[in-house]
């Protein structure tokens, strides 16, 4: 398989085997349901997934069900963009991870801030999207527990950009001025 051709329908990674897939797979233009069982095997395994297929990509910092196939609403966000100097050549990235289950925007601040944006769905194409610079957003962490968080800056985006995954929305569908750039790791 070639990596960051748009004739794929999904891109396999060659470390563990997982597959990501494609802006042109269906599955990532649906709404997804919402887990009832939260502490369930199948969430639980569910998780492992999809951080394995995270974390497998250098530049994964955020993943949502519908991109490994699963139409749940989950999506996974890499600690480290609480700590952007982790991404700095000499630090090395944890496996940390934060999961938010059955998540609920509850504000968002009227400022918009515009930044450039990926995403492991749509290999090689870049954009600046547009998006509230403050949330709120409430959700239930692996153990089913009720959380309510704010976010701002990149952990902001990263939610809001798993958030639209989640209701069949990729960020290309928001951005402008796309760009295709092959990332030098693919």
């Given amino acids: ?13 060659t470390i ?7 802006k042109e797979n269906k599955i990532l233009r649906a709404k997804t349901e919402e887990i009832k069982k939260i502490n369930s095997q ?7 997934k999809m ?8 530049d ?3 993943i ?10 989950i999506f996974l966000v890499a600690e480290d963009v609480l700590h952007p100097e982790r991404f700095d050549k ?26 450039i944006e990926g995403c492991l769905s749509v290999r090689g ?7 509230p610079e403050k949330i709120t957003v409430e959700y239930f962490d692996e153990s089913g527990n009720k959380k309510s968080r704010g976010a701002s800056g990149l952990f902001s985006r990263v939610i809001q950009h798993e958030m639209d995954h989640l209701e069949g929305i990729l960020f290309i569908d928001k951005a402008k001025k796309i760009q295709k750039i092959t990332p030098p790791h693919l």
């Fill in 1 to 13: 398989m070639v990596f960051g051709k748009t004739s794929t329908k999904y891109m396999k990674n």
């Fill in 42 to 48: 199948e969430i639980k395994l569910l998780i492992k």
């Fill in 90 to 115: 000499e630090n090395k990235r944890t496996r940390n991870f934060l999961v938010f289950i059955n998540p609920i925007m509850k504000k968002k601040s009227s400022k918009k801030t515009e930044d």
């Fill in 64 to 73: 949502a069900a519908p991109q490994i196939g699963e139409s749940k609403k």
């Fill in 125 to 131: 194409l870049y954009g600046s999207v547009p998006r």
């Fill in 60 to 62: 994964g910092i955020g």
């Fill in 51 to 58: 951080v394995d297929a995270m974390f497998a990509e250098p």
């Fill in 16 to 22: 563990n085997n997982n597959m990501i897939l494609q």
